[in-house]
């Protein structure tokens, strides 16, 4: 039972336009939700993340929105650039449980074009 | 900051031996360490949690006596994979959550360790 997931297993985009990148989740417990950057043979890293009680955090070129209702969050990369080239991972943690774990979609490989 | 190292990145071992992957936090100290497995094409699958000066803490499924965890210090965990066979050859990734005095959901992963099981 996949409780994150991202459905898209991959996407292209042309530089300079805006990369969305989704992911859904199933455990309503769930209260925080991070995106990390991910390339072959390395570790994840991360990019950016969001509390249950916004629904939206902004860094740079680097937005997620949060819709709660619809257990649904996004990551947009505007603009995005051939660098940004990776496996993106959605992860969801919960406050209530221990050690605050995380529950990770199968992630989405995206790539820019120059 | 918040580096942390895996050491070796990748192994070769035969069927039957074990083998012990280091995981370090190089600049902060981390009461707690995670331990990934990942398969091609697939997520991180969380097999363990591990504290430091206790016990770790298995994923359903994971089996303990064959994936043995030790947490002997604030920048240092280890995982030994006992007895390993050829199902056990994937990429093993550790993450760190720094101790800052109160929970936190930030994790600092390492780089990964190929294992190759022949």
């Known amino acids: 039972d996949q409780q994150v997931k991202q459905n898209s297993p991959s996407l292209s985009v042309q530089e300079g336009r805006i990369s969305i990148l989704n992911c859904d989740y199933t455990?309503?417990?769930?209260?925080?939700f991070l995106w990390y950057k991910k390339y072959p043979a390395e570790g994840p890293t991360f990019l950016i993340s969001?509390?249950?009680?916004?629904d939206k955090n902004e860094d740079g070129r680097f937005t997620v929105f949060l819709n709660k209702s619809a257990k649904h969050l996004s990551l947009h990369i505007v603009p995005s650039q051939p660098g940004d080239s990776a496996v993106y991972f959605c992860a969801a943690s919960s406050s209530g449980g221990s050690n605050y774990k995380l529950t990770f979609g199968k992630g989405t490989l995206l790539t820019v074009n120059p | 900051g918040a580096v942390v190292s895996q050491h070796p990145s990748w192994v070769i071992c035969k069927s039957g031996t074990s083998v012990k992957i280091e995981c370090r936090s190089l600049?902060?100290?981390?009461?707690?360490m995670f331990w990934y497995r990942q398969f091609p094409k697939q997520s991180l699958m969380l097999m363990a949690t591990s504290n430091e000066g206790s016990k770790a803490t298995y994923e359903q499924g994971v089996e303990k006596d064959k994936f043995l965890i030790n947490h002997a210090s604030l920048t240092l965990s280890t995982l030994t994979v006992t007895s390993a066979h050829p199902e056990d050859s994937s990429f093993y990734i550790c993450?760190?959550?720094?101790?800052?005095?109160?929970?936190?959901?930030?994790?600092?992963f390492g780089p990964g360790t190929r294992l190759t099981v022949t």
């Open positions: 455990n309503s417990m769930f209260d925080y």
């Open positions: 993450s760190a959550n720094p101790f800052r005095g109160r929970p936190s959901y930030e994790q600092y």
């Open positions: 969001i509390s249950s009680i916004k």
């Open positions: 600049d902060f100290q981390a009461t707690t």
